[in-house]
């Protein structure tokens, strides 16, 4: 009846995720009567679950992305204090929790903080800079939001119920194979990406689209923002990259169920086959964070400075040539496993050429703080520490692309440094700037700065801490991934890097700290114009937050950086543009189907990761069901009449005409 | 070292304590046993090479750090005597440099990438009058085997080669992926099941070092180390005598046995082994080693409680 699913499969006899997942089942549960009790249930029903506006959209990906960036921080946490007293002892984690630790560490990291806070900053703001209402399907992106969810769901689920992959965050075969790996670790793994896998490629297929058909009149490709054009970028690569992970996945899962012999060691598998293709994803996938990041650091450096990006249109080259050739690195990833000299030296030069777009980049970003006025706000902080941070981390990534070097840094904790080098300098802190930067445009109100200023000092206190001794004692010989050891000459890297997690700490608790500081004031920091940080892109000619249909009548865009020329008009001529004639606005309905898709596939996952096959079928079929539901629809658009469409838009204008009134005369 | 680095960092001018910072830690990790510290041909020329591209890029990474940080500060918003240009958005002079510098940077290390990838090859053979020593190496579940085809010997977690001789090793995995690796030696090399990889190192001069497995395994591959012995030639000629005289012999048998998952096993050597063995654990004649033989809803699996 419940095929492999016995109690057995709770860890009853391991205090720590027992702990753990009571923990976070009561603090669910209490959330959960909490919002029944006071009444909001069905409000998060109206205005959230089933909510397609890409605004509330992009807010649930960052809030999930942010919660699972704290649940991959403790995992984190466990696993530098379990370093820090495995020297000659076994420490407070077995092998077999240690290992389930790392690999959720780097799955939950990736695919579950990292990708939804990236697309859900992308979710909300190319469409406000694009000029447009939504997205081109807005029903598709709620359903790639709660795949999503359900991926993470799935892979927090193996905390009580079984277990984590003891795989690493890529489980190579053949090692993740059945014979080396019979728990359903690597199951869990498996259905949790490929389901959020299905969600974020159509979240790609939606962004491609919305960018490439769908922007402002007047909105011509080398007048998008950076930003947009990271975007554009990072869903390009989705659409072609994420099909390659499914696939792969795909393979491993028939190897683990029906029998299959792609990756296995006998009948004819190979595990290189899989290693090439999980990086010919992999490697892209890193672009994938990190173009939009770029994108983030371009708006606020140039928002900062008070000037334009510097060299634009060199700024968009290089972002598509970084697009364009992150596809042809992929075996730097493995240059240790006996490829041939020609092979290697290829890929090693293919992967320092990168670092051509990257250093273009950061030129561009140096001189458009050239001749600028730079304002330290929390963003600006953030990006300024990404790149002093960033540019230590591409010089020890080309580093590693150079064979001879790699031989002696692969796997090691050089290599473990290299990479949060980029990911945090790059990802987590782009993802903070970006968070406080658009943070009064998706809430009506500024985060602290006080508090925010804080924790980027801790963080990048914190970050080099961590991780430079880590860079040290990789170049000790120091691998990765181990659960104990016996080196002394590794001791007290690994100490060191104990203390950076505490400083860490500090940097996350700063964060918390700053975001109820910031509720609680949010009536001092009201943003009363929608523009508070005297921005230059479309996201600020609106209110913050910004009306269901974003903008009354679509803006004529007449050149880059169309709010600044806007602005520009209206001190010169000292009074706003003629009040335009207002027209009803269709929006798209409302849906569930996402949430229930999302519900049944949920059903699914865990049925196939526990061999619950008649579950598998009803979860197919319901989930089918909804589809089909879902396209006999009568319904798609309501209408928000004229009337209201004036309301809202005079109001604005008043604002405005206060803030023209302040600004009387002189230029900003 | 430290007051040398203590003048470093007081004496000179910012430019000179940034670029001293990598150089300082370079330094203290130089000391003790360390990719840094090479003791044999492999990992000097690779730790040549490394040191090479560090060299050649923070003469460009290190004048663009400390730039940032004075652009940054000079053209704050309070300072008065910054010249605020918000027109200044393009230079034709500027975008050639960007892109030029990154290029040429990457033109030159394009040729240290290319002639060091050929060089240090880990197929291609040391130059040396001597005769390479053979050793085949066997990833097992969670130990090294090396066998030695010309003195008819094995041994387990320790690996002993005379010293100033290459050796040439061809190596392979029982089970799962490895990566077998001796910091100070250089050049780590994976070891895969149904496949041969191969690779050739050389040390200096007598010593022990540190070996391990630089690729998660499993369960037990924290310890999964080993320790090399490089010796004398004639301390290498005792040893292997020694080894004859062990008490059990490595044939099919011995080897399904040595074959079962187990960690922290303690070096040990076979006074025979079968001529065949590697190229039947190679060719998959003898089949890929067992995983762990417990099966249950979320199986734990722990390597024997030997610590």
Not at chain 1, 29 to 47: Q, T
Not at chain 1, 416 to 432: K, P, S
Not at chain 1, 594 to 621: E, N, R
């Amino acid at each position: 009846m419940f095929g492999k699913l016995t109690w057995d499969a709770i860890p009853w006899n391991q205090p720590i995720p027992l702990v753990a997942g009571a923990v976070v089942v009561l603090a669910v549960f209490a959330v959960v009567i909490w919002v029944v009790l006071k009444g909001y249930l069905p409000y998060l029903w109206r205005e959230w679950i089933t909510s397609v506006d890409h605004k509330r959209i992009g807010v649930m990906y960052t809030l999930l992305g942010v919660i699972m960036l704290l649940r991959g921080f403790i995992d984190a946490i466990m696993m530098r204090s379990q370093q820090a007293i495995a020297f000659r002892a076994a420490g407070y984690l077995p092998p077999e929790h240690y290992d389930q630790i790392f690999s959720a560490h780097g799955t939950i990291m990736i695919f579950f903080a990292a990708m939804p806070i990236v697309i859900g900053l992308m979710n909300f703001v190319v469409p406000l800079q694009l000029g447009v209402r939504d997205v081109a399907f807005p029903t598709l992106n709620s359903t790639s939001f709660w795949l999503t969810a359900t991926g993470a769901l799935l892979v927090n689920l193996s905390l009580v119920i079984g277990e984590f992959a003891r795989t690493g965050w890529l489980v190579y075969p053949p090692l993740s194979e059945l014979p080396y790996s019979p728990g359903v670790g690597v199951d869990y793994y498996l259905w949790a990406l490929l389901i959020s896998g299905v969600g974020t490629l159509m979240t790609g297929i939606n962004f491609v689209t919305t960018i490439l058909k769908i922007r402002a009149p007047g909105m011509s490709y080398l007048r998008m923002t950076i930003f947009c054009w990271t975007a554009l970028a990072a869903n390009l690569l989705i659409v072609a990259a994420f099909p390659i992970l499914t696939a792969t996945l795909g393979m491993l899962a028939l190897d683990r169920y029906l029998g299959f012999h792609f990756f296995t060691n006998d009948a004819g598998g190979n595990m290189m086959m899989f290693i090439n293709l999980i990086w010919a994803w992999g490697h892209p996938e890193v672009y994938i964070l990190v173009l939009p990041a770029f994108g983030i650091f371009s708006e606020v450096i140039s928002t900062f400075s008070g000037k334009p990006l510097f060299n634009y249109r060199s700024m968009v080259a290089a972002t598509m040539f970084i697009c364009l050739v992150s596809y042809m690195v992929w075996l730097h990833h493995f240059f240790t496993m006996g490829a041939g000299a020609d092979v290697n030296a290829f890929f090693g030069i293919s992967t320092s050429i990168i670092a051509v777009g990257t250093g273009v980049k950061v030129y561009n970003w140096l001189f458009t703080m050239y001749g600028g006025r730079i304002r330290f706000t929390t963003p600006m902080l953030w990006s300024l520490g990404f790149l002093v941070t960033f540019t230590i981390g591409g010089m020890t990534g080309v580093l590693l692309a150079v064979p001879p070097a790699d031989f002696l840094l692969h796997n090691s904790l050089f290599l473990v440094a290299h990479f949060h080098n980029v990911i945090i300098a790059g990802v987590v802190f782009a993802a903070f700037a970006g968070i406080t930067y658009w943070f009064p445009k998706a809430f009506g109100f500024k985060l602290d700065e006080g508090w925010g200023k804080a924790a980027f000092w801790l963080s990048l206190l914190g970050f080099y801490v961590v991780f430079m001794p880590l860079y040290v004692a990789g170049l000790l010989g120091m691998t990765r991934r181990l659960q104990h050891y016996d080196v002394a000459a590794w001791r007290p890297w690994v100490l060191v890097a104990g203390i950076g997690i505490v400083i860490m700490m500090a940097a996350a608790a700063c964060q918390v700290i700053q975001f109820v500081v910031s509720v609680r004031r949010r009536n001092e920091l009201r943003d009363a114009t929608g523009d508070p940080w005297d921005g230059r892109s479309l996201e600020w000619a609106t209110t913050s937050p910004p009306p269901p249909f974003n903008f009354a009548v679509l803006p004529n865009v007449q050149g880059a950086e169309p709010y600044w020329g806007i602005k520009q008009r209206a001190i010169e001529t000292q009074q706003l543009s003629p009040e335009p004639k207002y027209e009803p606005i269709e929006m798209p309905r409302n849906s569930p189907t996402g949430f229930i898709t999302a519900f049944f596939c949920t059903m699914t996952g865990f049925a196939l990761i526990w061999h619950i096959w008649w579950m598998v079928a009803l979860g197919l079929l319901a989930a089918y069901a909804v589809f089909v539901w879902f396209a006999w629809r009568d319904a798609v658009e309501y209408s928000i009449p004229a009337e209201e469409v004036a309301r809202y838009d005079r109001e604005r204008r008043r604002a405005r005409e206060q803030w023209l009134a302040q600004h009387g005369g002189q230029p900003a | 070292m430290s007051s040398w680095a203590a003048f470093l960092l007081q004496r000179r001018p910012l430019l000179w304590r940034v670029s001293a910072a990598p150089i300082i830690l370079l330094s203290l990790s130089n000391c003790s046993g360390g990719v840094l510290d090479p003791q044999g041909p492999i990992g000097a020329a690779n730790a040549k090479i490394l040191l090479n591209a560090l060299g050649i890029m923070l003469v460009i990474v290190v004048p663009t750090i400390i730039a940032i940080l004075i652009f940054a500060w000079w053209f704050r918003a309070s300072n008065t005597r910054a010249r605020y240009r918000p027109d200044f958005v393009y230079s034709g002079g500027i975008e050639t440099v960007v892109w030029g510098i990154p290029i040429l940077v990457i033109l030159f290390l394009g040729g240290v990438i290319w002639i060091g990838s050929h060089d240090l090859d880990p197929f291609k053979p040391i130059a040396s009058p001597a005769k390479p020593v053979e050793v085949q190496v066997v990833s097992l579940d969670w130990k090294w085997l090396f066998i030695y085809p010309e003195q008819g010997v094995a041994s387990v977690n320790e690996l002993v080669v005379p010293a100033g001789v290459p050796v040439h090793f061809s190596l392979t995995s029982a089970s799962v992926m490895n990566m077998f690796f001796v910091p100070q030696l250089g050049t780590m090399i994976a070891t895969m099941n149904g496949m041969v990889t191969q690779l050739h190192l050389a040390a200096d001069k007598p010593g022990e070092f540190y070996g391990q497995s630089a690729q998660y395994s499993g369960g037990g591959f924290s310890d999964m180390n080993f320790t090399v012995r490089a010796v004398p030639q004639d301390a290498f000629a005792q040893w292997v005598a020694t080894a004859r005289q062990s008490r059990s012999a490595l044939d099919r048998s011995s080897y399904l046995a040595l074959c079962q998952q187990s960690s922290n096993v303690r070096p040990f050597t076979y006074r025979e082994v079968d001529a065949g063995l590697f190229n039947a654990v190679a060719s998959q004649q003898l089949p890929p080693c067992p995983g762990p033989n417990i099966e249950r809803a979320g199986a734990t699996v722990r390597p024997p409680p030997e610590r």
